[in-house]
């Protein structure tokens, strides 16, 4: 085998290899986004409202809940698409099954505290992401092995 070529057959190893690191490291810095969003919420707080280190304004619920579904949304999103842009080959599949281990992961979190709406946010944004990870993935190849299927499937 040559040089170049052990170089790629390393390279597609190495990209296999970090799907799921990929994945975790993008839910990871989406739940960094998010503590910095709940950050900079309180920090808009009235101090007259905050009581032990907790505001009391009457909006502060919602916008945290906000909070909360939006970055259950990006983090969805991100781990599908994450996972499926570093993976070498088969990225439809690599992005539904990114999506369907996250749809559990998120259903096991979301529906014991009964984060519906955040459950429907991620779920949402979960097939965006296979959307939009299609788009990026060859076209299928035809039955015969000569190239991309014509349109309509001629």
């Known amino acids: 085998m040559k040089p170049a070529t052990r170089l790629w057959v390393a390279?597609?190893?190495l990209r296999?290899?970090?799907?799921?690191?990929?994945?975790?490291?993008?839910?990871?810095?989406?739940?960094?986004l998010g503590l910095l969003l709940l950050s900079t919420l309180d920090s808009f707080c009235p101090p007259a409202?905050?009581?032990?280190?907790?505001?009391?304004?009457?909006w502060h619920p919602a916008a945290t809940r906000a909070?909360?579904?939006?970055?259950?949304?990006l983090a969805a999103f991100s781990v599908v698409?994450?996972?499926?842009?570093?993976?070498?080959?088969?990225?439809r599949?690599?992005?539904?099954?990114?999506f369907g281990i996250g749809l559990v992961v998120a259903a096991c979190m979301a529906v014991p505290i009964g984060a519906g709406l955040e459950?429907?946010?991620a779920t949402a944004a979960g097939w965006a992401g296979i959307y939009i990870a299609a788009g990026f993935a060859p076209p299928p190849a035809s039955a015969d092995g000569a190239g991309?299927?014509?349109p309509g499937g001629v």
């Open 16 to 32: 296999w290899a970090g799907v799921v690191p990929a994945a975790v490291l993008a839910w990871q810095a989406v739940f960094v």
């Open 67 to 73: 909070v909360f579904v939006l970055c259950a949304g």
């Open 11 to 13: 390279i597609r190893y």
């Open 93 to 98: 599949l690599v992005a539904a099954t990114a």
């Open 148 to 150: 991309p299927r014509a």
């Open 119 to 121: 459950l429907l946010a």
């Open 49 to 58: 409202l905050v009581v032990s280190g907790h505001c009391t304004a009457d």
């Open 81 to 91: 698409l994450g996972a499926a842009l570093v993976a070498p080959a088969h990225r």
